[in-house]
């Protein structure tokens, strides 16, 4: 990666794919006109880490006259093609309305909704699409392509768990540089099986056996009808190893549903203890029952220096109050979003299923099988 | 093992296109020659950066395991990176190429590789920490033996210097890939519910398998690459070739 050197601005677009709608690579120009540079986010990110040069002979046509200013430490700019072939500039966030409604439509192939869905971090969504393209393989290719397909999948989502999980930047090396031997497949009968032997397991935060179950629970049974709910998580963080409580919040923010912000903001007092718990004191909700659930935990999160153990057992405890708290028609998505964001911490996710077990709302039934999945009580084959 | 030979969209569409592998010339030898890996998939088509488009996106050719009898030579590892000097940590400036030849004795490569390796299984992961200590396996005397596999063991390897470990094989003949062509594996952006791109489509009609992996955008070519090298063993993996 070089560095691009004054104020740079999105001057075109280059297109993947002949097709649209579509997403494009946003194309970059200096002030002086004379270098082409495309962004690079860091990893699991929205945030631009740098820039890469682009030799001009690769370019068709650049000719936007007021494309946005990018820069390091800024929001990444996508660039989306329209059906009718017009051109969207934007970051994510603003352009998550106009990308649900091509979600919607028919007509939008398959793989352009899978990218949406993969960039809007919608994990549901992408297991349905990515069944929806792997069906669709296997009718016109054969189960071998269709079975490689989704083995490339399940392998990247694979790498990009324990990528997240490290525990340090060293870790995180570690696992980049090991990805061809951190095996992952899933088979006709939708079992899943992981080798991460080539890596110390003490590099990652997550037991296997709980990666194996957030597996699971994004590519097995994709034939259900249940809501699809969207889903963000603080991996959008700036600097992610060791993010600031504003980072942390910018991040929470990105969740269009006020019982996810409230999870993730629990999950960043497990993952970061006093960078989280600032978070959760500064951090004002628009919603109702997510400044209530606040209030509640910034009283109960007044403890330093609690261990990983007694954090789980404060937040272990607010489960069922949140539970109360929550509108009727909204606890299964508390329940569901809770288990997504902070399954990994025992004493939590023994109060969720505490939750669940004694819950008979009809939101929760909807969402029952897909909780229990994420939280592993449907077993998974692993080495 | 089967041969595979890496290429970036740009250049497999030619490949596809013309239906062979032609030897282009080769600065190392000073003669035209086609390059292919036994069995890995090592050679990286880009740098660091991210992959821009689907021209620059890493195709995988996985040919036949008889493809090696057609070999002009078959050397220990990647004789580019021995060419730029990248392996002098450990090698002799005065040890030559052609001293660690395996001539064209296709037989040597596995008997090299179970040596070596004890199994193709680690030989294909690159996984060197069962390779034996040089006296075991090498007479003292034996100094290109012993550089060998002290260059194998070399402390500080990365992802990218796989190469090192990885058998190449060379050949001065054009290579059909009719009759000759196991498998491809492709980025999906090329194959999927709205674009079946003709020219693969058409080496799938001779009945080769289309492995497409998922592309997703912003990633860098390492991700790709190790998406490659997990499909291919699983590919391997299923019709025991590994």
């Given at each position: 990666m070089k560095s691009a050197g004054g104020d740079l601005r999105i001057i075109g677009v280059l297109r993947y794919v002949d097709f649209v709608p579509a997403f494009g690579l946003p194309v970059a120009c200096n002030e002086d006109g004379q270098s082409l540079w495309i962004q690079v986010r860091q990893e699991h990110s929205q945030i631009i880490s740098g820039f890469e040069s682009l030799e001009k002979t690769a370019i068709d046509a650049l000719d936007l006259a007021d494309g946005p200013p990018v820069a390091v430490g800024g929001r990444y700019i996508h660039a989306f093609i329209g059906r009718n072939d017009q051109l969207y500039l934007d970051t994510i966030e603003s352009l998550a309305s106009f990308l649900g409604v091509t979600l919607n439509r028919?007509?939008?192939?398959l793989v352009t909704k899978l990218a949406i869905c993969e960039q809007l971090g919608d994990i549901t969504g992408e297991r349905t699409f990515r069944e929806k393209l792997t069906r669709d393989l296997a009718q016109s290719l054969g189960l071998a392509s269709a079975r490689a397909y989704k083995n490339s999948a399940i392998r990247a989502r694979f790498w990009e768990i324990l990528g997240r999980a490290s525990v340090s930047a060293e870790a995180y090396e570690r696992v980049q540089t090991r990805r061809s031997r951190l095996l992952a497949s899933i088979d006709d009968a939708g079992e899943i099986t992981l080798d991460a032997s080539a890596i110390d397991l003490n590099d990652v935060r997550l037991p296997i056996s709980e990666i194996a179950s957030q597996l699971a629970s994004e590519?097995?049974?994709?034939?259900?009808?249940?809501p699809r709910l969207p889903r963000v998580d603080l991996?959008?963080?700036?600097?992610?190893?060791n993010p600031t409580a504003l980072a942390v919040i910018s991040a929470v923010e990105l969740s269009p549903r006020q019982e996810e912000r409230v999870a993730l903001l629990m999950r960043s007092v497990m993952v970061y203890p006093t960078v989280g718990a600032e978070a959760i004191h500064q951090y004002r909700d628009q919603a109702a029952f997510a400044n209530k659930a606040l209030e509640y935990l910034r009283q109960r999160l007044k403890m330093e220096q609690a261990s990983e153990s007694e954090r789980g057992l404060i937040l272990a405890r607010a489960v069922p109050r949140l539970y109360t708290d929550s509108y009727p028609l909204q606890r299964g998505k508390l329940l569901y979003y809770l288990s997504v964001h902070l399954r990994d911490f025992p004493e939590i996710r023994d109060a969720i299923l505490t939750a669940l077990d004694r819950s008979t709302a009809r939101d929760v039934e909807m969402y029952r099988e897909d909780i229990e999945r994420v939280l592993g009580r449907h077993s998974v084959s692993r080495n | 093992m089967p041969l595979t030979h890496i290429a970036k969209g740009l250049i497999a569409k030619d490949i596809i296109r013309e239906g062979k592998i032609e030897p282009k010339d080769c600065p190392v030898f000073a003669r035209p020659l086609a390059y292919f890996f036994y069995?890995?998939?090592?050679?990286?088509?880009?740098?660091?950066?991210?992959?821009?488009d689907a021209a620059t996106c890493p195709f995988a050719f996985i040919f036949e395991?008889?493809?090696?009898?057609?070999?002009q030579a078959i050397h220990a590892f990647d004789t580019g990176a021995f060419h730029n000097r990248m392996y002098n940590h450990v090698l002799m400036e005065e040890m030559q190429i052609d001293d660690f030849s395996l001539e064209r004795e296709s037989r040597r490569v596995n008997r090299l590789v179970y040596c070596v390796f004890r199994n193709l299984s680690n030989y294909y992961d690159g996984d060197t920490s069962k390779i034996p200590e040089p006296n075991q396996i090498a007479a003292k005397g034996d100094f290109l033996a012993q550089a060998y596999i002290k260059l194998l063991r070399a402390?500080?390897?990365?992802?990218?210097?796989d190469r090192i470990c990885t058998i190449e094989v060379t050949l001065g003949e054009p290579l059909s890939l009719d009759g000759n062509l196991m498998a491809i594996v492709v980025p999906d952006m090329l194959w999927n519910d709205s674009e079946k791109t003709n020219w693969i489509a058409e080496v799938e009609k001779g009945g080769v398998d289309i492995l497409p992996y998922r592309f997703s955008i912003g990633r860098e070519s390492g991700h790709y690459h190790a998406l490659i090298e997990q499909e291919i063993r699983h590919y391997y993996t299923k019709r025991e070739l590994i």
């Open positions: 028919v007509s939008t192939p590519f097995q049974d994709a034939s259900s009808d249940r991996s959008s963080a700036r600097n992610l190893l | 069995g890995r998939p090592a050679y990286r088509v880009a740098g660091d950066g991210a992959i821009r395991p008889n493809t090696i009898e057609r070999a402390e500080g390897r990365n992802e990218a210097d």
